[in-house]
């Protein structure tokens, strides 16, 4: 009877270690799926196309444009000008693309801006 014993606080030691990995497992691997990338945008035009706002934008000398369905939450006709762009991750936003938010401009300040709007980033060939 005393193997019997032994065997249960073995059991009953390894639960609180075995959760205690599980839950810092989680914890990185969901740090690490929320990154998000910033980055500079500007915008030099919109247009509304069956329903569809369409912006295009220039990042980093490339040329892509933001796609958001007219009267859906978070989708406005940016004017004109520079913004700060943050990628969303995967799965995590409204549109299922390249789902990005646009917020406020700011240079200096690192820390997320008021959110003008949610986006489909769409690279242009």
Same mark, same amino acid.
């Given at each position: 009877?005393?193997?019997?014993?032994?065997? %249960?606080? #073995?059991?009953?030691?390894?639960?609180? @270690?075995?959760?205690?990995?599980?839950?810092?497992?989680?914890?990185?691997? %969901?740090? #690490?799926?929320?990154?998000?990338?910033?980055?500079?945008?500007?915008?030099?035009?919109?247009?509304?196309?069956?329903?569809?706002?369409?912006?295009? @934008?220039?990042?980093?000398?490339?040329?892509?444009?933001?796609?958001?369905?007219?009267?859906?939450?978070?989708?406005?006709?940016?004017?004109?000008?520079?913004?700060?762009?943050?990628?969303?991750?995967?799965?995590?936003?409204?549109? #299922?693309?390249?789902?990005?938010?646009?917020?406020?401009?700011? #240079?200096?300040?690192?820390?997320?801006?008021?959110?003008?709007?949610?986006?489909?980033?769409?690279?242009?060939?």
């Amino acid at each position: 009877m005393r193997k019997t014993q032994l065997r %249960s606080r #073995e059991v009953h030691m390894r639960k609180p @270690i075995l959760c205690t990995l599980l839950v810092l497992f989680l914890s990185f691997g %969901s740090a #690490e799926g929320l990154a998000q990338e910033k980055s500079y945008i500007t915008v030099e035009g919109n247009k509304l196309n069956n329903g569809v706002v369409v912006m295009d @934008i220039l990042k980093a000398g490339k040329t892509y444009a933001l796609q958001c369905n007219q009267g859906a939450p978070g989708c406005a006709a940016l004017n004109d000008g520079k913004y700060q762009m943050v990628e969303l991750p995967q799965n995590f936003g409204m549109y #299922e693309c390249k789902d990005r938010d646009v917020e406020v401009y700011s #240079e200096n300040d690192n820390s997320r801006q008021n959110k003008l709007g949610e986006y489909c980033l769409i690279e242009k060939q």
